[in-house]
């Protein structure tokens, strides 16, 4: 028997030869960057997720014997939750079992049906034909190839990993995972080593929380992170309204990978009524699927991914692009961290000033105490008063040059350099994973909650300053009223007033 990769390969040399040698071909795109959906795009998602779900969705109707319409209820509102439809953990958070997790390990009640969910996404795992040919022609050639997915990383990751397209494909956007169940780690339920889940040599970075297609915007942030430009880039997806749609709004060139479509499934309907899509894109999608799209697209792939050298002309990524890209992320990098320097710098000063402020302020107050102590006292308009008062008086001036200074000089330059650092950090998000220490940083001060109020930062500088000059009034008011403690007078034996004269003795 023929080997299939060899015959994709085969055709796939037929294709370019005949778009090159056609004197009717169309005009072709020239293309330097790809990027591609992934589910229905590259692999048959849906035929993968049913065999995985499938199994699982019936023995729950067994083993409960409640309605279909109950349990699809039920999974759909976890799926909801966790923003996919593919959730790993269903059977520990699915509410209609609640009862049978009382009562032992939920996975080792499901035992043969979490087996036959796995076999059946194992089975059905796998490209399509000629997908891993073209898309390792396209690399020989240099061409960056990007994949964007609403899957959520992990699950991306496993499968490029399986697919044997690590490194193949040079960028891969996709959501963040979502929570583990409380008591769950990866750990606990990979039977692998993490190497073999996680990817090595394609680069992983995060679309926009909740961000989901069609969106240009997330599109054009892509094709702006990675260096490309709109006009150089071929998009190629299955859904006319999630892909070709969004890629056509942001001028790019698009593609409608139509053998991919699975909308018109009989099993299609389960994924609706379970999935986590609100009730307006399930409609949304409906629609569209009965009318139809009222364009075309630019380009259709009717039975095979390699029908795409028919319509685009492909070229190397320049490398001086892919270059500048790199010192581009370099020279952000450098100067977000001069920039987290200057953030420390200015913390640093502000917690000085507020240390000196306090060592200066409790020097003072030390200091009208050791008056007081020592009965000190100064007339004032014919009033005797505490000498200690003019040192309380008098510290009110340093510790409002104190608060001026940390209040309105440091903190204003502080709160300059974390706005700065934020930006670079909005430029770099989509090439740098992680990088949003300023970001998380603004986001957690501006939720401090004191006594039930929320207070920012410049709040807790002021409240600090006005506890000080709290303190301050107290003890002047207590110098101010309190009576002086004034030395007992003890009899002077010396003196002539305390002189006694004794009677005289007078013998008979």
């Known amino acids: 028997m023929a080997d299939p990769s060899r015959l994709s390969l085969t055709r796939l040399r037929m294709l370019q030869q005949l778009s090159r040698g056609s004197k009717t071909a169309m005009a072709r795109n020239a293309v330097n960057t790809l990027i591609i959906d992934l589910d229905n795009t590259i692999f048959d998602w849906f035929a993968v997720w049913y065999a995985s779900f499938e199994p699982i969705f019936s023995e729950i109707i067994r083993v409960t014997g ?160 990675v260096g490309a430009k709109p006009g150089k880039c071929a998009y190629v997806g299955d859904s006319l309204f999630k892909d070709v749609a969004m890629a056509r709004d942001a001028g790019v060139f698009d ?37 139809g799209h009222s364009f075309e697209p630019s380009a259709c792939l009717k039975d095979s991914f390699a029908e795409i050298f028919i319509y685009c002309e492909f070229e190397a990524f320049p490398n001086a692009l892919r270059e500048n890209v790199e010192q581009e992320i370099k020279n952000g990098l450098e100067v977000w961290k001069k920039t987290v320097d200057v953030q420390q710098h200015f913390n640093d000063l502000e917690m000085r000033v507020r240390n000196f402020a306090i060592t200066f302020i409790a020097a003072l107050i030390a200091a009208a105490g050791f008056t007081y102590q020592q009965n000190l006292e100064v007339t004032v308009y014919g009033h005797r008063i505490a000498a200690g008062l003019g040192l309380v008086i008098a510290a009110f001036v340093p510790w409002s040059a104190f608060f001026l200074m940390d209040r309105y000089w440091y903190h204003v330059l502080l709160k300059g350099a974390v706005t700065h650092a934020s930006r670079i950090e909005e430029t770099l998000k989509d090439r740098v994973p992680g990088i949003a220490l300023s970001q998380t940083i603004s986001e957690v001060s501006g939720k401090v909650r004191i006594f039930g109020r929320t207070v920012n930062s410049d709040l807790r500088v002021t409240y600090f300053y006005l506890a000080g000059y709290g303190m301050l009034v107290i003890v002047l008011l207590a110098l101010l009223f309190a009576a002086p403690k004034r030395p007992m007078l003890t009899p002077d034996v010396a003196s002539p007033a305390s002189a006694q004269v004794a009677p005289a003795s007078t013998t008979d």
């Open 255 to 291: 593609i409608h990978a139509k053998y991919g479509e699975s909308q018109s499934k009989p099993e299609y309907a389960l994924l609706q009524r379970v999935s986590h899509w609100t009730e307006e894109d399930v409609q949304r999608e409906a629609t569209i699927a009965a009318k």
């Open 66 to 225: 409640r309605s279909p319409a109950e349990i699809e209820a039920d999974i759909r509102k976890v799926h909801a939750s966790r923003r996919t439809s593919e959730y790993t953990f269903l059977l520990e958070e699915v509410a209609a079992l609640a009862d049978l997790r009382a009562l032992d390990d939920i996975r080792v009640l499901f035992k043969d049906a979490v087996e036959a969910s796995q076999k059946g996404r194992d089975r059905n795992l796998r490209l399509y034909p000629s997908v891993f040919a073209c898309l390792w022609d396209l690399k020989k050639k240099g061409v960056q190839i990007v994949a964007y997915t609403e899957s959520m990383r992990f699950y991306s990751a496993y499968r490029l990993k399986r697919f044997g397209l690590d490194g193949v494909i040079d960028y891969l956007f996709s959501p963040e995972d979502h929570d583990l169940p409380q008591g769950v780690s990866p750990s606990k339920m990979r039977r692998l080593p993490d190497e073999f889940y996680e990817l090595q040599v394609t680069e992983v970075r995060h679309t926009p929380p909740r961000e989901l297609k069609p969106n240009p915007k997330v599109l054009l942030d892509i094709i702006r992170a």
